[in-house]
C-alpha cells in the first residue's frame, strides 16, 4: 500500500502562485505514474498533470491549468510537486495528489492510489 500526503494548499489572490507537494511513501509498480486531478464543488473530478517517475516526462493532455501549472518529481524524496501560475479563480478546488500505473493518464480509474487533498482557494 502506498500512502500518499499532500500539502502546500491555501488561499491566494487571483494572478498568484502556489506550490503543492505529494509525498509519497514509496515507489511501486503499481504506482509508477503520479498525477494531480482537483475537484471544484458541484463539479466532477478532473485531471490536472502527471509524471512517471522514472521518465521524468511531464504529461498534461488537455488539461485547463496546461501552460500555466507544472508538475516535478524528486526521486530522492519520493515526492511530486505541482507549481501553480497565474491562478485564477476557476483554479479553486480540491486538490488531490494519485499513484497508478499510467495507462491512461487522464482516466480517474487508472489510479490506485490516492491522497486526502489539499484546498486551493483563488480570490477575485
Known amino acids: 500500500q502506498v500512502q500518499l500526503v499532500e500539502s502546500g494548499g491555501g488561499l491566494v489572490q487571483t494572478g498568484g502562485s502556489l506550490s503543492l507537494s505529494c509525498a509519497a511513501s514509496?515507489?511501486?509498480?503499481?504506482?509508477?505514474?503520479m498525477a494531480w486531478f482537483r475537484q471544484a464543488p458541484g463539479k466532477e473530478r478532473e485531471f490536472v498533470a502527471a509524471?512517471?517517475?522514472?521518465?521524468?516526462?511531464?504529461?498534461y493532455g488537455n488539461s485547463p491549468a496546461a501552460g500555466r501549472f507544472t508538475i516535478a518529481r524528486d526521486l530522492a524524496k519520493n515526492t511530486v510537486y505541482l507549481q501553480m501560475n497565474r491562478l485564477k479563480p476557476g483554479d479553486t478546488a480540491v486538490y488531490y495528489c494519485?499513484?497508478?500505473?499510467?495507462?491512461?493518464?487522464?482516466?480517474?480509474?487508472?489510479?490506485?492510489?490516492w491522497g486526502q487533498g489539499t484546498q486551493v482557494t483563488v480570490s477575485s
Open positions: 494519485a499513484g497508478g500505473m499510467g495507462l491512461n493518464l487522464m482516466e480517474i480509474t487508472d489510479y490506485k492510489f
Open positions: 514509496a515507489r511501486t509498480a503499481e504506482s509508477n505514474t
Open positions: 509524471i512517471r517517475w522514472m521518465s521524468n516526462s511531464p504529461f
